[in-house]
């Protein structure tokens, strides 16, 4: 696919207004090229050529609409004709950002799609472990050891996270959150649940200065409940890690 670039252009015109002696401004496609492209008269002007004769010569009809008319219509978005022609071809600044906005919503709309396909697919094609609700060790650690209270958001974050466990599917789950809003201790509840069921669990940190933070983080809590926790650093090359 070509790199498309704007840039506008004041093009000298014969042609003045009568009240007023004005330059004719147009919105001219700038096409990034090569030097073996420019010799084989691939420029700007070149590409600029071709695509007016494919829009001269192809009907609007000819242009595939790849959208549902109903969506056209609620976010008032241009037909695949318009928009293809005036991102090459824009009548004014106007016109060209209408063209930008319906290529970004169906690059996104078509990439959601294919996110919402893979979640359905995984979902109904993998098979994962029911974990089943808190038992009587999870409620002694969430009672007792826990150092403080949880808030509403993060009991919410929880109950909804169980739910999933229970469905013996494969969870795909995103936590956000600022930094010391209790993203892991939520982790670390989750992984408990599993634990008192028999699974083991880890916590893999993109760091090694992260890992041992989470890892001087967790083991205190676990330490309470007899938990046996290890943190694996992993350093140069080497094929065996560091384990504290």
């Not at 790199?3 to 207004?17: D, E, G, P, W």
Request: proline fraction near 2%; aromatic fraction near 10%; hydrophobic fraction near 40%.
């Amino acid at each position: 696919m070509l790199a498309i670039k704007r840039a506008l252009h004041i093009l000298k015109s014969n042609f003045f207004n009568q009240n007023q002696n004005e330059i004719a401004l147009r919105w001219d496609p700038v096409y990034s090229s090569n030097e073996k492209l420019n010799s084989k008269g691939l420029d700007t002007k070149g590409f600029r050529r071709i695509l007016l004769q494919v829009f001269q010569t192809l009907e609007e009809s000819q242009f595939v609409e790849t959208l549902p008319d109903y969506i056209l219509h609620k976010f008032r978005l241009q037909s695949r004709y318009d928009c293809l022609y005036n991102i090459h071809f824009p009548k004014s600044e106007f016109a060209l950002k209408r063209a930008q906005q319906r290529l970004k919503f169906e690059e996104l709309f078509f990439m959601q799609l294919r996110m919402l396909q893979a979640m359905l697919i995984r979902k109904n094609k993998s098979i994962g472990y029911v974990i089943q609700s808190q038992n009587e060790e999870f409620l002694r650690f969430y009672n007792e050891h826990l150092p403080f209270q949880l808030t509403n958001a993060q009991n919410k974050v929880l109950a909804e996270i169980q739910i999933d466990l229970k469905t013996g599917k494969q969870m795909n789950r995103l936590l956000q959150g600022d930094v010391g809003s209790g993203k892991t201790i939520i982790a670390l509840l989750v992984m408990l649940l599993a634990n008192t069921q028999g699974f083991q669990c880890v916590i893999m940190a993109p760091t090694e200065v992260l890992a041992m933070q989470h890892f001087q983080t967790i083991k205190p809590c676990l330490n309470l409940a007899n938990i046996l926790a290890h943190c694996l650093l992993r350093i140069s090359k080497a094929r065996n890690g560091i384990r504290y």
